[in-house]
């Protein structure tokens, strides 16, 4: 019985046994499990450490590139302000005259072999009241929804000025004839000699004793016969600015850049309210254009 019972109970303690091997094989499972789990504790807690700084470290970028942009615009932005308006004109000095002068003479000297054809274009680079339209694009000024006006001959521009109360007078009427003396306020000569300094047209002022006005202008257009009546116009209509008292502009598309290279060499808004801004009293001063 005992035996039974020691079988039995041996039987149970080995059961016992095995349970109990069972247990401690489960502890050790636990254990290892545990372990495991441990280790994956270990893994996520590095883990969230790793995200919690990679969420720090995106957060101070993010910061540090929003205050970043937010000076880049304001300095792009100040320099395309800049740039907008930074192109000038260069007004010199206005014209002496009383009121009863403003009826201008423009003598054109033809010394070179420039054929009539030519001095008809000549004449109307500065007798023209014709206003042109070009598009914004074609002249770097904006896009093609806008305009501007451009003018084709000084009498249009000096049109503009018959009813305003400027400081200094500026003539309002141009008178241009052939002629073979040298009186007249505005003297063109058109002569065949190369400048030297490799000028196609050149300007000499005779101005008063103060040096701050205008008396006389000489304008030479050199190797006349050999230019084409457009470019011919063009250098007269420039050179014209010149006579009245402007001096260049900074701006490659307009007809005052000191060497012509726009293919619309007309006279432009700028230029005209560069003169405005002369004869309003701004002499020797850099004006600056709108567009
Ligand atoms: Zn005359
Ligand atoms: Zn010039």
């Keep these: 019985m005992v035996y039974v019972h020691l079988d039995k109970q041996n039987g149970d303690s080995a059961a016992m046994g095995e349970k109990l091997d069972q247990i401690s094989n489960q502890i050790g499972l636990i254990n290892q499990k545990y372990e495991k789990l441990d280790s994956v504790l270990h893994r996520n807690t590095s883990c969230f450490f790793v995200l ?97 006006k451009f003018y084709k001959g000084w009498q249009g521009v000096l049109n503009e000025f018959d009813s305003l109360e400027l400081r200094y007078n500026i003539p309002i009427r141009l008178h241009v004839h052939e002629s073979t003396s040298d009186d007249g306020d505005i003297l063109i000569l058109l002569v065949d000699e190369k400048n030297s300094e490799g000028y196609s047209g050149y300007t000499r002022s005779i101005i008063d004793e103060d040096k701050n006005q205008i008396l006389k202008s000489r304008i030479t257009i050199y190797e006349s016969s050999k230019l084409d009546g457009n470019r011919l116009a063009a250098i007269t209509r420039h050179e014209m600015g010149h006579a009245l008292g402007l001096q260049h502009s900074t701006d490659p598309d307009d007809l005052m850049y000191y060497k012509i290279t726009t293919t619309n060499p007309f006279i432009s808004e700028c230029d005209v309210s560069a003169l405005k801004s002369l004869y309003g009293g701004e002499t020797m001063s850099k004006f600056l254009c709108e567009k």
């Excluded at 070179?112 to 004449?123: G, M, Y």
């Design 52 to 148: 919690f700084c990679s969420i720090i470290v995106v957060f101070f970028v993010i910061i540090f590139s929003i205050s970043h942009s937010n000076i880049q615009p304001l300095e792009s932005g100040h320099f395309i302000t800049q740039s907008l308006i930074g192109d000038s004109i260069d007004t010199w000095l206005s014209w002496k005259l009383s009121d009863s002068e403003r009826i201008f003479h423009v003598h054109i000297i033809n010394h070179a072999k420039t054929s009539q054809k030519n001095i008809d274009l000549i004449k109307e680079s500065i007798m023209s009241e014709k206003i042109i339209e070009i598009n914004d694009l074609d002249t770097h000024k904006g896009t093609s929804k806008n305009s501007s």
